[in-house]
């Protein structure tokens, strides 16, 4: 395809493209830390459950002495059982994303440099949505280039995704990254969408959402467990 041929690619079909490359890219990491998230997750649901015995502990307390709800947030502030507890916990979480993003960025960066520096010239995702990556000159990137572009992507993150949204400015629409490399993510036809790409994307929200309300049912129950073994109910 040629520089001239290439058509700029709308930021939401180039998050479509990554999002399913991610998926694909956190199974095959989930898979790699297999163990090690196991009982990185066992030992943070051992966590809640201490924050949550030390909070009712507090609380009984706090009733024993008919103390006022200020009081009670007071004396939470001051325990050093919760700050322990709440370290403890902070130390748990640490120890299960640190490893898990720090595996799951190497898995990303062989993932996307492979597919993209080979005559494909796309990952999985993109091919699927019928996007390319070229560069200045329209040509293929290679294995270097793609190399030095998905390096680069860190800074796209670390700018709170700013870098990330510069591939929604014209005329070029790259990416921090992209503009790094020297290199642009361009469609190779005029295709519309796939209805399974909007059902894909329509789908991350409630999913995101439903997870989240799944980690707060648990943390629900991990404290109403502790307020019912410590007042004896």
């Not at 909070?55 to 008919?66: S, V």
């Not at 007071?74 to 059982?81: I, K, V």
Request: hydrophobic share 55%.
């Amino acid at each position: 395809m040629s520089s001239a041929a290439a058509a700029p690619t709308p930021l939401l079909r180039r998050y479509a493209a990554w999002s399913l490359d991610a998926a694909a890219i956190g199974a095959l990491a989930g898979v790699l830390m297999h163990r090690p998230l196991r009982d990185a997750l066992r030992t943070c649901d051992r966590a809640i459950d201490a924050l949550s015995q030390t909070m009712a502990a507090l609380t009984q307390q706090t009733l024993d002495l008919a103390a006022s709800p200020a009081a009670l947030l007071q004396a939470w502030m001051a325990d050093p059982a919760l700050q322990v507890a709440i370290t403890a916990l902070a130390l748990a979480i640490s120890s299960l994303v640190l490893p898990a993003m720090l595996v799951f960025s190497l898995v990303a960066l062989a993932w996307f440099t492979a597919f993209e520096g080979t005559r494909w010239q796309a990952t999985p995702g993109k091919r699927l949505l019928g996007l390319q990556v070229v560069d200045d000159d329209g040509l293929p990137p290679g294995f270097v280039r793609s190399g030095l572009r998905n390096a680069a992507g860190l800074l796209s993150w670390l700018s709170f995704n700013i870098g990330h949204l510069l591939a929604a400015r014209g005329p070029r629409y790259q990416a921090l990254h992209d503009r790094i490399a020297g290199i642009r993510v361009v469609r190779r036809d005029h295709a519309p969408m796939p209805l399974a790409a909007r059902l894909w994307l329509t789908l991350q929200p409630p999913a995101f959402f439903l997870l989240l309300a799944l980690l707060m049912r648990h943390l629900d129950r991990s404290m109403a467990a502790a307020l019912e073994a410590t007042l004896g109910l």
